[in-house]
């Protein structure tokens, strides 16, 4: 049997990571509590991917073996940077759990969703603005490019790219922590992703400026992400 194509190689890697980059960012986010950081490794892992799959091919599992790059990467990135002492060994602690081989990460399915939960939250914690949580949540849950989605609300991807920027910056300075909410706050903070959602999905289904009157674009991103929501907080009214 032949080979896939460079270019058929190339589109599977497209679609694994648009399915796995949540899953991915999420769970590394957890480990470092560095949103920043979290998405620099994983984007590292799709490069990595890039440059070995076309040649050896796409792995049985490709999520696992994404998580296991990144997490690779970032061992390598704390081991080499200037940190505080004790940020330095509580992260060395949670990291000597991590497999040191591609076989599937100790990671179960569970876990996976919390993690995917925890990021839902973040990116659009109420601390932001409700542009910076569109913006964010397109970028990081979406998995959209700053480019697609500044010609999806028709602004500069300067302005896009500003916005994720500031964003990341205002949740480590808030000192965001990368966990589930206590039960208490569950409510406010789902309503504030559901709020994004809506308002992913309200753009795509009557655009506010430009001369297209839909955007099928982002109708589909919000119902991806409000399906992802409903089976993450399958108890949630």
């Known amino acids: 049997m032949a080979m896939p194509g460079t270019d058929d190689i190339r ?6 990571w648009r399915i796995e980059a949540p899953r ?17 490794v994983a984007q590292d892992a799709l490069v990595a991917a890039l440059e070995t799959w076309p ?16 997490r690779r990467r970032a061992i390598d990135i704390l081991r080499h940077a200037t940190l505080a002492t004790r940020k330095h060994e509580l992260m060395e602690h949670e990291m000597s759990d991590w497999p040191q081989s591609d076989a599937d990460p100790t990671h179960s399915d ?6 995917l939960l925890r ?4 990116a659009c914690h109420p601390v932001l603005s409700t542009d910076a949580r569109v913006a964010l949540t397109l970028r990081v849950l979406g998995g959209l490019t700053t480019p697609e989605i500044a010609r999806a609300f028709l602004v500069p991807e300067a302005t896009v790219a500003q ?4 964003a990341k910056k205002m949740l480590a300075d ?26 992913i999905f309200n753009e795509g289904y009557a655009a506010t400026s430009g001369e297209d009157w839909m955007r099928p674009l982002l109708c589909a991103q919000a119902l991806r992400l409000g399906r992802t929501i409903v089976s993450l907080a399958a108890d949630e009214p």
Do not use: C, H, M
Not at 11 to 16: G, K, P
Not at 33 to 38: H, I, P, S, T
Not at 110 to 115: L, S, V, W
């Open 174 to 199: 808030k000192q965001v922590p990368f966990e589930l909410p206590p039960t208490a706050e569950l409510g406010p903070r789902l309503a504030s992703a559901l709020e994004v959602v809506y308002l």
């Open 11 to 16: 589109r599977r890697i497209e679609a694994v």
């Open 55 to 70: 040649s050896k091919g796409v792995p049985e599992r490709p999520g696992a073996w994404l998580l296991t790059t990144a």
């Open 163 to 166: 916005r994720i920027v500031r």
């Open 119 to 122: 990021l839902i939250f973040i």
């Open 24 to 40: 991915l960012i999420g769970s590394l986010a957890r480990t470092l509590r560095d949103f920043g950081l979290a998405e620099e």
């Open 110 to 115: 569970n876990e996976f969703g919390d993690d």
